[in-house]
């Protein structure tokens, strides 16, 4: 039996919505227990055929109890797009515009997306209203942020009888947004402001804040569980941050595996802490990058190189352990023979589901991962099945990115 054959066994055919969701339906049916979490990978971002898979399997889930979808942006920022799909009535293109993080406003998909989670939501309780999440760190691409906004809430929030002494000089130590955000940083350690004095300083003034809100717990968040919340995050997220920062001022060779792992870290903690919430209200669907949601070290060419760092997935699903189920996707227009995207395309009429392990399983033991479709295009491998419960791979694109940018 051929290759080809024996995946076309293997498959589901995804024709439709109701194929799709009959395929996840009987996924999830193998496990020992509900997920808290589906994960749904996609191998780059801009491409429309892997967004609007993404809404087509809300919509089914939603069906099936799902109340929250997560996504890989600034989580602060998600908050613009969760108040317009709970009745707000700013601009749909504001919100768009200010709701996300990295461009992805602009991304095929997006907008529909947010589009119909106004529509769902309309005239529901709170209790069945389907939330907007953001998990990513409030970074992009060529740069962090200042610690200053997170630092400035979490210190407002405190009564005043519980602030750090510390903090007195939260300005001064601060300094000029410009120290942060310089861009060179990113590539040159001795531009970043991440090993001075006032850095090294600011880390045990959010250490003292973060302290002082968790032992504040009992009496402040009964009475305003959202305040709260909030505040915690912007602790979680100053302390990332700070960390970050001190990881681009250090020449080590691995640098930015560690500042890849550092951003792995806070996606992971914010993931976690969206789950708290929402574990009384139903399951989450989380949407982002393969690397960000596979259950094991993820890798990323960068330049000559080929850096490796423990995903975000791989950091929630010690925790969940059964509780999390991830979903790799895949496409290739033109798929090489003798490479898992080109029996994956032999064995596709549009999309289909394969089970990993069984994946796994039927592939020649010298088949290899193959090219890029477009930059930033992270094609799986056959090692890259471990780290996944199923494959979608997805034949009728063109593979070609929208600008979002």
């Known amino acids: 039996m051929s290759t080809a054959t024996s995946l076309r066994g293997l498959g589901r055919q995804l024709d439709d919505a109701a194929s799709l969701g009959r395929a996840i339906d009987e996924l999830l049916a193998t496990r020992t227990q ?7 990978g996609e191998p780059t971002h801009g491409i429309a055929a892997f967004p609007l898979l993404r809404n087509e399997l809300l919509e089914h889930l939603v069906e099936r109890g799902y109340r929250s979808i997560v996504l ?3 989580s602060f920022a998600a908050s613009v797009v969760d108040d317009y799909v709970a009745g707000g009535t700013a601009e749909i293109g504001t919100v768009l515009a200010t709701g996300f993080s990295h461009g992805f406003g602009n991304v095929p998909g997006n907008r529909e997306l947010v589009e119909w989670l106004q ?7 709170p209790r069945d209203r389907v939330r907007f999440h953001g998990f990513d760190a409030p970074m992009e691409f060529s740069a962090a942020p200042s610690p200053r906004r997170a630092l400035s809430t979490v210190n407002d929030y405190l009564p005043a009888v519980l602030r750090v002494g510390s903090a007195r000089d939260l300005d001064a130590l601060l300094g000029d947004e410009t120290e942060w955000t310089n861009e ?3 590539f040159d350690p001795a531009a970043s402001i991440g090993d001075s004095d006032r850095a090294r300083a600011l ?7 973060a302290s002082a809100l968790r032992r504040a717990a009992p009496s402040l968040r009964p009475a305003d569980p959202t305040g709260y919340d909030n505040a915690l995050a912007h602790a979680r997220t100053a302390q990332g941050l700070l960390r970050y920062h001190a990881a681009m001022a250090t020449p080590a060779p691995d640098r930015i595996a560690t500042l890849l792992s550092l951003r792995a870290e806070l996606m992971a903690d914010n993931l976690l802490a969206i789950l708290a919430r929402e574990r009384r209200r139903g399951p989450s669907l989380v949407f982002a990058h393969n690397v960000h949601l596979q259950r094991a070290r993820s890798r990323m060419p960068v330049g000559a190189e080929e850096v490796s760092w423990g995903s975000a997935g791989a950091l929630v699903a ?5 509780g999390y189920v991830f979903v790799a996707t895949d496409a290739n227009p033109h798929s090489d023979p003798g490479t898992l995207q080109g029996a994956l395309a032999e ?7 394969f089970p990993a392990r069984a994946l796994r399983a039927a592939l020649p033991s010298d088949i290899g991962a193959g090219k890029e479709v477009v930059r930033g295009h992270i094609p799986l491998s056959p090692a890259d099945l471990e780290c996944a419960d199923a494959v979608i791979f997805v034949a009728d694109t063109d593979g070609k990115r929208q600008q979002y940018w």
């Open 34 to 40: 509900p997920p808290a979490l589906l994960g749904l």
């Open 72 to 74: 890989e942006t600034d």
């Open 119 to 125: 529509a769902y939501n309309a005239g529901r309780a």
């Open 184 to 186: 060179a940083a990113m």
């Open 203 to 209: 880390r045990i003034v959010a250490d003292d804040l």
């Open 318 to 322: 010690l925790i969940l352990g059964e």
């Open 347 to 353: 064995a596709t009429t549009r999309r289909a589901l």
